[in-house]
């Protein structure tokens, strides 16, 4: 490659970034994007404050979901809960109830559309767990916390999962609330934030136990998936029968 | 006995007796005269046995005058004068001067109301003998009940012109009064077309309640005099034709019609089920003697969405005395059972999920969705096997099924990188033909996307633009225009006024993809504050109707906040109203017809036959001052072959008010295809094909024979019968005297008050005192 040669494919390069930029700068809005909010409840420290971060980038690198580049970060007071519908709440203790009004705004929160992924970042004990459950008894009384069966959709919206995982590997399940036909809160015990923690310089900021980098994919696969899963709910149930229900239309 | 004498003042008393004035009531009167009878029998059975027999003889008489003298104080009896009448209870005459009275009695004969009107004329010394025993009112009726003179009801029976007929409402009218009522006499056909009828349960030939009640608690028989006989004339006539209020595609539907074949008892009659001209089922309806009409039950699955006449006819048999009535026409609107969304997603996100779970909970919806979940440059670290991704059908469905759904969503999509182009113009074609297509912006949706120039750039009702100027990533608070106060998609309010209250709170977008210009003929619903799009406001929302079908371009995929953000707030309606205002819209729901027409023109009192609708431009404004224009095909047989001089147009124009009328004088009954064509300053501005049925024959002559077996039951309900005229006459009847006495004038004259009677009491009880102790008793 001659000078003339390098200056030229520099220059196209130039003007491709350039391009894909101006893409992007075509997007409808950052607002737009996927965000999860953290929820930071009563001021409590994020025990995994790097891991939404890079949740969000593999979700925009894996699919084709428009995700945002930083996470928000909310309590069940602010007035800007109502602008993020995908909350992950992580914890590695337990704690008090938390103020009638915030319950009563996580209920409205729910019913009106909203999601909620609550992760533990205890590696023995579910004392963080327990106190979610408390305030989801709180919240819907009536309304079970159940276990998701290896044939709900969570486990399938996108990678074919066996089951729940995350750093660690306390259950193969994940636990899960339905509302109005949704699982519109989900538990996992196994600190999924963990697995997807990583620092500014690229480092994980976590081992994986008992497997190691394997076990790190599939929780970002896990991750992806309950992304997917709030975003599309029993898409991929319906898509299954799409076949029959033309079939049927030709009669 | 013989009265006292009579007060004075010159009237005439022709009757008199007693009564008590005593102001205690009649319970106190009768125990205070126990009480005294009582213990006076006491105290004369405790008279001492030593006395002589005509000292107590004495003391029982003292006693007794003494008690009565106290009882005559108490109780005030009087002597009562009266002047008693005798009141004759009432006969009602009742006769119909419906139009059906008309019709002639019997074949070749004099009308019915002829019939009545000499009858009623020879019945002159009759009618004068019952006078003589009751109160006698005449009253003609129709559909309105009219008290008239004597000699007026029989005149008014020779001219009957009225519509309608409502028999129980004229009885209605003279069962109450304070007069008793004998009887009600009434001389009809019995062709009945109100509630009487309704009500009537031909196959146990008894009413349902609460005219059954009604008719029992009426306490009057109700005699029927019939002109004619009991052979009827013979007619076929289809006497009705019931049609669900709505048909769905695919689902069978069942038609009920009622067979009247008076004077054919007997006779099998095959009834034929057509629909669009095309004979869908015949039966065949055998009249039993005795029962002239039959119910006969048809089904039909129509196919497809639309409304369109269905016919049930018999055929015309020979003495058949009007075979007018021989064919009935109903329209039958045909809707498909759910709306069919197919709705396509270039990835998920919020509005994405948001108007899913909408459609997905909507009962009337059925959704098919297509997201695309991984770009080409996804990076997903997996072999395919280990991914749950599914292709989609997609050849199957946008080339083999896309006109089996009523709308497409394209929902933040660009179809370019997946090799979608091809399917594009049957896309428009699909519009073109009827469909409804929403695309909903967003970062790979319209100028983002590769709308521009492809395929369905033309349907859309904006032009879009290109470069930076085509989006815009402020947020801004969207703003309802005039267009989208009336639109049937963003006029969600009660009122102009809640319509505008609605949006004004609605959340914040973030952003908009900008649209060049609006289309011509395109509205603008919502739109920016302040950018513009050409020469106007940039919209957020723009219709248009594209060939037959319907286009929106929604220029945001922020509209999940109406619903998530505004739950802040409480429950929040906006979202579910609006997308549903949306979805019935693009398919093409009959509610938001911009051209409506009235289904039938038939006879209306007082007015002359015309086709009646209303305009609304593409805003959904009325359309003043536009030329309408109306053409005929006959779609049935008979008035194919009648019709002369070529297929009948109706031409008129809307008023002030988008509404027309145009006159149809002079058209043959029958169901016709029309043709609508709407100009404006020249221009056609809007075109409708419909199906109506023009039916301006007088209701009342449907039916010709009489309705003997509603009669029967009428009378046999209240404890009459029923008569033919002028075979039977009214001497024969026996009518029940429920005559009363009633007492115009009564005065008083008190016997009591006498000056003597309370010292006469005190001087009986005085003696009987001073005599019982000289005769030494206590």
Known sequence: MDRRSFIKGLAAAAACAASCRARFAHAIGERSRLSIAALAQGGRLEPRPTALRRLLFEVGRRTSIAAAFEPARVDLASPDLFLHPFLFWSGAAGFDPIPERDVLRLRRYISAGGFLLADSAQENGDDFIDSVKREMRRAFPVL????LPPEHVVYKSFYMLRGATGRVQKSDRLEGITVDERTAIVLSTNDLG?????????????????GGEAQRELAFRLGTNIVMYALCV??????VHIPFVLKRRKR | M???LPPGGGVAFNAWGVELLTPFGPVLAAAAAFLAIAGLALSLRGLHT??????????????????LAALAVFLEPAVVYKKVSRVRSRVAVLADTSSSMALPASAGGPTRGDVVAAWTRRSAGDLQELSARYVLSYHTFDADVRQVAADAAAQAAASPAGRGTDVLRAI???AGGEVPLSAIIVLTDGADRADLVRAFDGSSGAFRDPVSGFLRNLGAPVHVFIPGSDAAAPDVAVSSLSVPHVAFTGVETDL????SAGGFGGAEIPVTLRSGGQVIQTRTVRIAPGRPEQRVAFSLTPSKAAAGVVSVSAPVLSSDVEPENNTAHAVLRVVRDRTRVLQVAGGPSWDVRFLRQFLKKSPGVDLISFFILRTLESQVNAPDDELSLIPFPTDEVFRGHIETFDVVVFQDFNFSPYGMHGYLPGLARFVENGGGLLVVGGNRSLSTGEYRASAIDHVLPVTLGAGDSAVSTDAFQPVLTAAGEVHPVTALGADPAGCRALWRNTPAMNGLNVAAAVRVGASVLLAHPFLKSGDQPAPLLAVREHGRGRVAVLMTDESWRFEFSEAAFGESRLYRLFYDGMLRWLAGDPAFERVRVDDAITADPGAPPALRGAVRGADFRPVPEAAVRVSLRPTDDRVSAGAAGGPPSLEGSTGPDGRFAL???????????AELTVTKNGAEIARASREIIIDTRDPEKTVPHPNIALMKALAAASGGAVHFVPKDSLSSLRLPDRAREVVDKKEHRPLWDRAWIIPALCLTLAAEWFLRRRWGQQ
């Open chain 2, 172 to 174: 209605d009218a003279v």
């Open chain 2, 2 to 4: 013989s009265p006292p």
């Open chain 1, 234 to 239: 029993d898409y991929k149930d319906d898509q």
């Open chain 2, 50 to 67: 030593f006395l002589l027999g005509w000292q107590r003889a004495a003391l029982a008489v003292l006693r007794t005058a003494a008690v």
């Open chain 1, 144 to 147: 079970p916390v159940q276990p």
């Open chain 2, 663 to 673: 006159p149809a004088a002079g058209v043959p009954p029958g169901a016709y295809a």
């Open chain 2, 256 to 259: 009920g019609a009622i067979i």
């Open chain 1, 194 to 210: 963990g697995a997807w923690a990583r620092d500014n310089l690229g480092n994980w900021e976590h081992m994986v136990i008992p």
